[in-house]
């Protein structure tokens, strides 16, 4: 990997080399969507190709520097993760438990789509615990519970449960 092509990169997602996997994470998570078909932002502005092909990059873009934060590690040293992040409640805060698992295993939302077969639409909407746009209790379920397994959740029912609770509390408030 050639050091201009990384460079390239970075500007895709309008970063600079220092920043962290989490800037790196949340660029590619934010232009995605931006870039989304469901984005109203881009929607007349671009066709389905073009759309596509900008998703593409911002892909490649998020791999190349996610891999060469990788190889960069010694072998025996863990992947970095925010040190003041504490673990999150699986309970309380199922979507950051999700996100920080994913993230200390080094993967992106489009890996574990790939693995699972859900959607990245819902995995982020999982993650970001948007409750207006996640799917009924019957598909929720099923989606954590893939979604918590491809990351190595040991507490899947805890993270289950957290969702279910704060699905049904967001729609008591409605």
């Known amino acids: ?19 962290s ?32 092909e900008k998703l593409e990059s911002l892909q490649v873009a998020f791999n190349t520097i996610a891999q060469a934060r990788i190889c960069l590690l010694p072998q025996d040293e863990p992947l970095p993760v925010d040190s003041d992040a504490a673990p999150s409640d699986p309970r309380a805060t199922p979507g950051l438990h999700l996100q920080q698992h994913r993230e ?11 693995r699972t ?3 990245r639409y819902h995995l982020q909407n999982i993650e970001a615990q948007n409750y207006e746009k996640l799917p009924a ?5 099923g989606f ?5 397994r491809a990351v190595n959740v040991t507490e899947i029912d ?14 008591d408030s409605d």
């Open 21 to 52: 996997l989490r800037e790196v994470e949340t660029a590619y998570r934010q232009l995605s969507e931006l870039f989304d078909e469901a984005s109203l932002a881009t929607y007349s502005l671009l066709d389905y190709a073009d759309r596509q």
């Open 117 to 119: 077969k859900i959607g």
């Open 137 to 141: 209790a019957v598909y929720l379920r």
């Open 158 to 171: 805890n993270v289950i449960e957290g969702f279910i609770a704060a699905t049904r509390q967001a729609s």
């Open 1 to 19: 990997m050639d050091r201009d092509d990384l460079q390239r990169c970075y500007l895709l997602l309008g970063l600079t080399p220092d920043a």
């Open 104 to 114: 200390r295993l080094g993967l992106s939302l489009q890996d574990i789509a790939d």
């Open 144 to 148: 954590v519970r893939e979604f918590a």
